[in-house]
């Protein structure tokens, strides 16, 4: 289909219904250290008329585009056309870090509009891998109050790479834990003392996700690697290690809706002197409300058989409701008391590591 430009009435309409939604995010992108991605999702905004497909879905997105991170979809389908090199100015802005922004990405939304708008369906595939130290540091705490073996078990999954955790090597506020020989390092900048150091030892994992990336299949890694930021090299790096670790030890991740498979996966016998750990990582805000709600009801149900011996728990590493901080927190059941361990940097590059955690009232 060409692209053609809106009509001004569109335009009037659409600019009052879309407006700040690429700008507004570009302002928090930079305070989170990317000032790439903020100019590309600013010249993104100003050229938003050249692509009346793209234009018209952010206009009339049907839910909070915060949540649903609509400029990170949108953000993600422009790194993935430069990684293509089918639009070769795009791709030397990107491999330049810098130049004429709205000269290369105006013409590329235009030329891509059909592309860019089938990306922004589906919801976005990070699978952020330096989320795994504070997740790592959370199953340390864990450790510490129920002294054995985890089977793990995750909600939103993607390509599964969280649950290789055991396989990485991290550096936790000084601390080393994980596989010190893992080709995938990860040492967030770690703020207030150091976790105690507690051995952690993965007897299985298996993940949910509606739309598992396959890490044997080129284009499901390249999805991963255009959301990635693009000037954040170390992050593209590291997410290229895990991959490749991946390929060697594939995660089992199995196809479907989180709100069948938990309580299916609940109510499986659990192995005595081992605790089973439901965590999710940024995966539950694409869920709606009954579902999210559904999650809390199936933990707790669960929660109310579990044993000194076969314990539950729940590691949470989620915005908050006004999505103003990222919180780690660890739900432990018999008991079901919730700890807040640590407020965390949404893709994990810092850990304001909070010690054992303070209470949080239900």
């Known amino acids: 289909m060409?692209?053609?430009?809106?009509?001004?009435?569109?335009?009037?309409?659409?600019?009052?219904?879309?407006?700040?939604?690429?700008?507004?995010?570009?302002?928090?992108?930079?305070?989170?250290?990317?000032?790439?991605?903020?100019?590309?999702?600013?010249?993104?905004?100003?050229?938003?008329?050249?692509?009346?497909?793209?234009?018209?879905?952010?206009?009339?997105?049907?839910?909070?585009?915060?949540?649903?991170?609509?400029?990170?979809?949108?953000?993600?389908?422009?790194?993935?056309l430069?990684?293509?090199?089918?639009?070769?100015?795009?791709?030397?802005l990107y491999s330049a870090q810098g130049g004429d922004f709205d000269a290369a990405i105006g013409p590329a939304m235009q030329r891509s509009d059909a592309f860019i708008a089938d990306w922004m369906r589906d919801p976005p595939q990070t699978n952020e891998v330096g989320r795994s130290a504070a997740l790592m540091a959370a199953l340390m705490v864990l450790?510490?109050?129920?002294?054995?073996?985890?089977?793990?078990?995750?909600?939103?999954?993607?390509?599964?790479?969280?649950?290789?955790?055991?396989?990485?090597?991290?550096?936790?506020?000084?601390?080393?834990?994980?596989?010190?020989?893992?080709?995938?390092r990860i040492a967030p900048h770690w703020r207030g003392e150091a976790p105690v150091s507690r051995p952690v030892d993965v007897?299985?994992?298996?993940?949910?996700?509606?739309?598992?990336?396959?890490v044997r299949d080129v284009a499901a890694r390249e999805r991963l690697m255009a959301y990635i930021w693009a000037d954040e090299h170390d992050r593209l790096d590291r997410l290229d290690a895990a991959l490749r670790l991946a390929r060697d030890s594939p995660p089992k991740v199995d196809r479907g809706d989180i709100a069948a498979w938990l309580p299916v996966e609940?109510?499986?016998?659990?192995?005595?002197?081992?605790?089973?750990?439901?965590?999710?990582?940024?995966?539950?805000?694409?869920l709606p409300e009954r579902d999210r709600a559904g999650v809390d009801r199936n933990l707790a149900r669960a929660g109310e058989s579990a044993t000194a011996d076969r314990p539950l728990a729940r590691i949470a590493l989620?915005?908050?409701?006004?999505?103003?901080?990222?919180?780690?927190?660890?739900?432990?059941?018999?008991?079901?008391?919730?700890?807040?361990?640590?407020?965390?940097?949404?893709?994990?590059?810092?850990?304001?590591w909070h010690g054992d955690g303070a209470l949080v009232r239900a």
Request: hydrophobic residues 45%; proline residues 4%; contains cysteine.
């Open 82 to 92: 430069a990684r293509s090199g089918q639009d070769p100015d795009l791709t030397a």
């Open 266 to 286: 609940l109510a499986k016998a659990q192995h005595a002197g081992s605790c089973r750990v439901v965590f999710h990582s940024m995966a539950l805000q694409y």
């Open 2 to 80: 060409t692209a053609c430009f809106l009509d001004g009435q569109t335009k009037a309409k659409w600019d009052l219904m879309a407006i700040g939604i690429l700008a507004n995010y570009a302002a928090r992108v930079r305070e989170m250290g990317s000032s790439f991605v903020a100019l590309v999702l600013e010249a993104g905004e100003r050229q938003l008329a050249r692509a009346p497909r793209t234009a018209g879905m952010i206009a009339r997105w049907p839910r909070n585009v915060a949540a649903d991170a609509v400029a990170m979809r949108f953000n993600g389908a422009l790194h993935a």
């Open 143 to 184: 450790r510490d109050l129920h002294d054995m073996p985890c089977e793990l078990l995750e909600l939103g999954a993607s390509a599964g790479l969280n649950l290789n955790l055991a396989r990485y090597a991290y550096d936790l506020g000084g601390v080393a834990a994980g596989d010190e020989g893992s080709p995938v």
């Open 318 to 352: 989620e915005w908050t409701e006004p999505r103003d901080a990222v919180r780690l927190l660890l739900t432990s059941w018999p008991g079901g008391e919730t700890r807040h361990l640590a407020t965390c940097h949404a893709y994990g590059a810092w850990i304001e």
């Open 203 to 214: 007897r299985a994992a298996r993940g949910i996700d509606l739309h598992p990336l396959d």
